[in-house]
């Protein structure tokens, strides 16, 4: 089964809960596996505790770059003329790509009257497995610098976890999503069970959830919501399932432990279990579970 947790917008909490909620799953349905879909700013695995060990690695090369053949160039400038992301340069009488520029959209191949521009594949970056310090399995992606955040890469994520899953017999995939609704957000929402959107009881984070959850009823995933710094706009987080028309599994508190637990690389249900949000937190995940398990 895979529940993925997402947020219509950065720096809601939906690492926060996706770790808490791996650590939850690994007990109660005694394993679970991790992914970080949000390979640009991979954090998953810092958040459970980093790399005891690394189980699997892959190179990704899924950007494809133009290069020039010196000999056949003419120095007609078709190429730079079309190039709208200014990949091209002339310099000291020659032209000359910039990698980091180059969408390796083509168009300059196709005006290129001495065939003299073809393509080669770039690494994109990596993907791998690992097994964090709180002993949860953690497939992950780390970009090159530069290198673009595509669906493919997360739709080849979530394949790897699924096969994992499959390997080790573990039932239970959380997927920590981008921030957003992009590209890879809407790979990470297509094929899965749930999806969990934390939100906070404030105008940009609730405009960014009712995107999501639309984008959930076009891939018919069942979507819920748990509120997050209910405490920072009370009125609000009462009339939030009305404001969003999903059921709320949760409300949790804004605390400092937050920070503090991020700040040891530990989840903060391990730092402090006996704290009140922890209680928020577990009665949340109960209820997620309740969810899952009773349909
Ligand atoms: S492939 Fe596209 S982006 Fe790259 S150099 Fe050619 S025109 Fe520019
Ligand atoms: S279009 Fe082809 S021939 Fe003309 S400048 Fe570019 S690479 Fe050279």
């Not at 109660?28 to 810092?46: Q, R």
């Not at 959209?105 to 080669?120: L, N």
Request: proline share 3%; net charge positive.
């Amino acid at each position: 089964m895979e529940i993925v947790v997402a947020s219509g917008k950065g720096g809601t909490g939906k690492t926060f809960i996706s770790s808490n909620f791996s650590i939850f799953l690994k007990e109660k349905a005694k394993g679970v596996i991790a992914v970080d879909a949000d390979v640009e700013a991979p954090d998953l695995l810092i958040a459970l505790g980093g790399a005891l060990r690394t189980l699997w690695k892959k190179d990704i090369f899924e950007s494809e770059k133009a290069e020039i053949n010196q000999e056949k160039c003419t120095l007609c400038e078709n190429c730079i003329s079309i190039c709208t992301f200014h990949a091209l340069k002339k310099n000291n009488g020659k032209i000359t790509v910039v990698p980091e520029f180059c969408e390796g959209c083509k168009a300059c191949y196709y005006v290129c009257p001495e065939k003299a521009i073809s393509f080669y594949m770039k690494k994109t970056g990596i993907l791998y497995v690992a097994v964090s310090k709180t002993g949860i399995p953690v497939v992950t992606g780390d970009l090159s610098l530069g290198e673009r955040n595509m669906g493919h890469i997360v739709y080849e994520i979530k394949n790897v976890a699924k096969s994992l899953a499959l390997k080790e017999n573990i039932n239970y995939r959380v997927i920590d999503a981008a921030p957003g609704i992009g590209c890879t957000v809407i790979s990470s929402i297509a094929g899965a069970d749930y999806l969990i959107v934390v939100v906070e009881p404030m105008t940009p984070s609730l405009k960014g959830a009712r995107r999501l959850i639309e984008l959930s009823k076009h891939f018919n995933v069942k979507a819920y919501a748990i509120v997050n710094k209910y405490d920072l706009n009370v009125s609000v987080s009462e009339r939030i399932n009305k404001l969003l028309g999903v059921p709320i599994l949760g409300k949790i508190r804004y605390d400092n432990l937050v920070v503090e637990s991020y700040s040891q690389m530990l989840p903060l249900i391990k730092y402090f279990p006996k704290a009140d949000i922890v209680k928020e937190m577990i009665n949340s995940f109960e209820n997620i579970w309740e969810v899952v398990t009773s349909e």
